[in-house]
């Protein structure tokens, strides 16, 4: 059974026009995380909520939003989707911040 | 200096063979330590935790050196299916929390 789940899992947008991507879990785990990664290169965290506490990484783009409005589900929010901003988006969940990190199957993003 | 640096690989491997991936982290203050799999377009799957006594997990050994920053991953008898990206992934733990995966080595095992 899927225990962090991301939907779409395919996403085409166009330059600009906002576009929202979805994570939920079932493993009642308190933190969440959204990561970008593109092809060849390591996933980049761009922020994490430990429970309601949203934490931004310093380099991620105030293009980048996101938003937690209950423990099993977490949304980022890309304001005005550029070609650079064309990625796999993973979501992951953990127990705590120092536990293991379980992976959605994550949304590849295409822009347009 | 990279926060946290992999053998750039790709190691290309026959069946049976073993397999040693290496990583080194720069900050004394990170706390938890990681391996993770990713096959080609798939998210990153546990494989396993790294701790200081050392672990083993089947063909799979995870050893950690906290004194000179370095993790380490032995596959043992490798087979096809172990051919995939592993990363090394390191948390700050609490105060400055931040997880940082290093680039990843690729693995082809060929028959």
């Known amino acids: 059974d899927a225990m962090v789940i991301q939907n779409p899992r395919y996403q085409v947008t166009q330059f600009g026009k906002p576009v929202t991507l979805s994570c939920s879990q079932t493993l009642n785990h308190n933190v969440m995380y959204w990561y970008q990664q593109k092809s060849s290169q390591a996933p980049k965290l761009l922020f994490h909520y430990y429970d309601k506490d949203f934490n931004n990484e310093a380099d991620t783009p105030d293009n980048f939003q996101s938003r937690r409005p209950n423990t099993s589900f977490c949304f980022l929010d890309i304001r005005s989707p550029g070609l650079g901003d064309a990625a796999m988006y993973l979501c992951?969940?953990?127990?705590?911040?120092?536990?293991?990190?379980?992976f959605g199957p994550g949304t590849r993003l295409t822009v347009t | 200096r990279k926060e946290v640096e992999q053998d750039p690989g790709p190691f290309n491997v026959p069946e049976g063979a073993t397999v040693a991936f290496n990583c080194t982290y720069s900050?004394?203050?990170?706390?938890?330590f990681f391996w993770y799999r990713q096959d080609c377009r798939k998210e990153p799957k546990l494989l396993m935790s790294?701790?200081?006594s050392g672990n083993e997990d089947g063909r799979f050994t995870a050893q950690l050196n906290r004194a000179s920053q370095y993790i380490s991953l032995l596959i043992r008898d490798s087979k096809l299916s172990d051919s995939a990206t592993y990363l090394c992934?390191?948390?700050?733990?609490?105060?400055?929390?931040?997880?940082?995966f290093g680039a990843g080595t690729r693995l082809f095992v060929k028959a």
């Open positions: 900050n004394s203050a990170s706390q938890s």
């Open positions: 992934v390191v948390n700050l733990g609490t105060g400055g929390f931040k997880t940082i």
């Open positions: 790294v701790y200081s």
């Open positions: 992951a969940t953990s127990r705590d911040k120092t536990y293991e990190q379980y």
